[in-house]
Structures are given as C-alpha cells and as structure tokens.
C-alpha cells in the first residue's frame, strides 16, 4: 500500500519562506496533521497491517508516525527512498510501452544521468528491496506524491500517464498469480467531503480510545484552538516581546544543562521548544494535539532559519499517551498544560514513564489563590476566555499531584506578571460578546479581588496580576 504523505508546509508557504528546508525538509501543515489523523482511524477498522515503511522526508517520516501510533508498529525510515522529483526536471515525452525493466527504458528514453533518470532508479531499487523483506506480508509505504504516481507508471508500465495523488491517498498493489495487481489509485474514502484543503474546513481531532475525561478535553481544546488563525497567531508571537521575557524567565528557572534531549508537551505556538534549542539542547520534541498550533510552530521552525532549530521537530499526540519508549527524556517541560485537563494525574504519570532515571520534569501553569471561593471565580473568567480551561490549581494540589507520580520536588517558585486585558483575550481571539462578558466579570469584583487576580483601572486599560507557579522535580 503506498501512502502519499499528508500536506506539507513547503505545499502551502513555499511563496514565503525562503530557505532550503521548506522544499526538503518541513513539517506538516493543520490540514496535513488532521488528514494523516483521519488516515490512522480509518486504517485501523480497515485494514490488517504488518509493517510500516516511509521516506527520510519530514513529511513522510511525521506521516508515517501518526499511523504507526495508531496502528500500535514501529516506523522503519528506508534511506535509500528519494524524496521528490527535483523541481524543473520535465517527465520524459514517450516511453517504451512494452513491460520491460525501468533501467531498460531509461537507457532508450532518457539520458541515464539526467535527475529524473536517478530519481527513477533509486525508487524503483528501495521498492524491490523493501518488497523482498516483507514478501507475504502487507505493508504500507510512506512516500511523496511524485514517488507514488512514479511507482504507478513503474508498475502498470505505462509510463506517460499522468497520475493524480492526493495528500494520504492510498494506492494499492497485490501479487496475484506471479502477476502485479492494481487494486486502487488514489483510495480517500477516509477523507471527508468537502476535502481537507478547503479554506475554513476543520476537522477536530479526537483520539480513538481515550478514557471520557481525556476525550472530552481533547475535544474541547480541538474545538478552541481550530477556530485561531495561524497567521495572527504567528503574527502575535512574532512581535510579542512580553512573552518572551516570560518564557526566558522559565528557562532561567529550569536550568536545564546543555545536551539534553527534551520534550515540551503542549508546545503550542513552539517558541519554548525554539529556544530551549537555542540554549543548547540536542534534541527537542514539541508535542501537542492542537493541527493549527503545530503548523505555527513548524512554520516559525522553518522561518527562522537558525541552524539550532534542525533540532526540534514537532508530533501530533494526547499528553496522556505519547507515542514514545520509557526514559526517552532527559527533561520534560509542561508550560501552561496542566489546566487544560480533569485528570493532571494521568498527564504527570505519562512524563514520569518518559523521563530518564535522574530526568528533570519543569512544570510551569496558572497558579490559583487558595480561597476556594477565588478560584471559582478565576476559573470562570478563564473559561471564558478559552473554553478548554478546566482548572487553575493551588501550589499544594500540584505539589501532590508531582509527589503521587513519584517525583521528588527540588525547587518551586510562585511568580506574577502583570497582564493587560486586552492583550491576554487577543491572544485568544476573542469574539466581541465574549471580550464584553469577561470585563464585565472581572469589574465586578475589582473592590473586593474576588478573582484573586488584583485587578485594576489604569488610565483606560484593565490590567491584573497572572500568577504562575513554577516547580522543577527530579526522577529517582
């Protein structure tokens, strides 16, 4: 079965951004997340897999990724795999129609050394190697939408047919009688209509199985987080100096020594696993559930064009089943996490298996005031705000909540910034009536702090205190 690997951003941004990486090396768009998502669930009530195989391309290798999550197998990135057609290069005018050897038909129809003649080869030697080990068995190739209409031609010998793909169609091939079999072209069914690609088109993405907490969480941050925009998110956090400074200060705090590999779960936008990079981490895996966030932050990875962020990649999962080995971190960072969930416990037991013996975990999130009453309200305002707000919590619960998963507490700190309140709802992008009903809530109660937040009138802006407590535990 070959899979043509899901949208890209090079699909999308290559107009905008200009470097090598977004033609050869860039992630996956929101539309792309969402379709390898659909892909995954469809594989798994259809489909009887024994192995998984993919191209060293970023596209395929993420692609790939998501369906051996699904599908519970390891992903083998084959190298001798080409990623695409070198763009310019025409397809031949004629080829041979007879069934012969594609080396055959090089040597009459194009020039053996020319780009299109390597790329040929080099596919068509990976399929013949990649079909001998898993002789019998049926298996799923990732590769780019070049390298599946290329394997058609190969196959079907017709070799100046235009073929379509489509991003995680599959097409299928069979050995039957001594004979290769076309099963289907470009299959899609798992792809709803109208397609993926179409502006304003989102599909939530929930995970199959998860517990009911779990899935209503992942439902309601899908459902948040799919209405932003992803070029005024980027927009924002480009020219957001404020916070920077507030990521720079938890870093500061987190001392995490160079050469660490590291996981930030709930990476959002991605600038916290950018500049633990920049710090000198050697490798750092951002994790989040949100399509439209992941886009951000691989598109920020691609226009920065540093050569530190070749080290970040980012990953489609729940926080409360990552699709990774035990101890495979050094560090693992949740900022601003934990408030989304009903079940934190379930978030901080899943760090602990993926942390190392003597693993740092960095928890950093919104911090409430111990009046029961307080929280209440401040709940309520930030739910207002961003409806996959569950719960601020106090420094005691989390503390427990760190301690119950076996973790030892070596340092914590409460800290305040001030916020502005138009700036902290357009992070969100909030709509007017909400913007409306959330001042209201919050001058209620600016004589009497019910919030917890001291709030206050300066001049013509409402400004209050964001407090955020910060707590760095260590692995035994």
Known sequence: MLVCQAEG????????IQTDRVAT????????????????????GHERIDAIYCAPLLRSRLTAQRLGQALNLPVTVYEGLPGRIPAGVPLPESWDPLNRSILQQMDVDVDPASPYAVYLRQLVQALDEIVLENYGKTFILVVSGNGVASAVRHFCGAHSTPVAVCHTGITEFRRLDGAWYLMYVNRREHLPAPPLTQPGVRVNVTMAAAPDDHAADLAAVGRTYARLSPSEVELRDLKDLERLQRIRHLLKFAQLRPEMAVLDVGTGAGQLA?????????????VDVSPVMLEVAEYMRLRSGLPDA????????????????????DAVITRLLLHHSHRPQ?????????????GVY???DLLSADDPVKRATLNAIEEKRNPSHVAARSADQYRKLVVGAGLIIETEQTVTFEREFEDWLNEMQVEPAVRTMTREMIEAGLETDAAGISARRRGDKLVFEQRMFYLRARKP
């Open 274 to 286: 950018l500049m633990v990079a920049e710090e000198g981490a050697k490798e750092v895996v951002g």
């Open 346 to 358: 379930d978030l901080v037991a899943e760090v602990t298996r993926l942390l190392m013996h003597g």
């Open 362 to 364: 960095v928890l950093a």
């Open 25 to 44: 090396d860039g992630g996956l768009t929101a539309a792309g997340w969402e379709q390898a998502n659909l892909l995954a669930q469809w594989l798994q």
């Open 9 to 16: 951003l090079q699909n999308r941004y290559s107009d905008l």
């Open 310 to 329: 070749s080290r970040v990649s980012f990953r489609l999962a729940p926080a409360h089943a990552m699709p990774f080995r035990d101890e495979r971190f």
